[in-house]
Nanobody
Framework: QVQLVESGGGLVQPGGSLRLSCAASGFTFSRYEMKWYRQAPGKERELVAR???????NYADSVKGRFTISRENVKATVYLQMNSLKPEDTAVYYCNALAPWSTQGFWGQGTQVTVSS
């Protein structure tokens, strides 16, 4: 019943912006730590950003100052605002939810982000 559905990906020019959304259902969203990962072809999955149930945020060095993770508990949705996009940001972006009582996370299906001229 747990479901995470990412949306908002697409093609954008370098320097442009996108806002990714991850809509959650089937669990108590406000209690979960939420994360965004990304994976490019031939590369390992990379943690991009996280936000705790209390709102504490962390970012990969590669995206600091450009990306912002946020959550809206009433809508059970986590967002990733992506500004000043670079070609190296091109990847499939995945949403992940982690319960405070578990080491097992839930994953969405991913959304493609392509940064190209």
């Amino acid at each position: 019943q747990v479901q995470l559905v990412e949306s908002g990906g697409g093609l954008v020019q370098p320097g442009g912006s996108l806002r990714l959304s991850c809509a959650a259902s089937g669990f108590t969203f406000s209690r979960y730590e939420m994360k965004w990962y990304r994976q490019a072809p031939g590369k390992e999955r990379e943690l991009v950003a996280r936000i705790s149930s209390a709102g504490t945020t962390n970012y990969a060095d590669s995206v600091k100052g450009r990306f912002t993770i946020s959550r809206e508990n009433v809508k059970a949705t986590v967002y990733l605002q992506m500004n000043s996009l670079k070609p190296e940001d091109t990847a499939v972006y995945y949403c992940n939810a982690l319960a405070p009582w578990s080491t097992q996370g839930f994953w969405g299906q991913g959304t493609q982000v392509t940064v190209s001229s």
